[in-house]
């Protein structure tokens, strides 16, 4: 998949550094929970 996103043109908006992408997702999941934690996140 992640050579697919490097590569398809119509995934030319996915195009984020991977190490970028996954030292925030944990971040903004946390922010997310934060700010609604009646909500459930599906991670």
């Known amino acids: 998949m992640a050579e697919l996103r490097w590569t398809d043109p119509s995934l030319a908006h996915l195009r984020i550094p991977i190490s970028l992408l996954a030292r925030h997702r944990g971040e903004v999941l946390a922010e997310i929970a934060a700010a ?4 459930p996140i599906a991670a």
């Open 36 to 39: 609604s934690p009646s909500t």
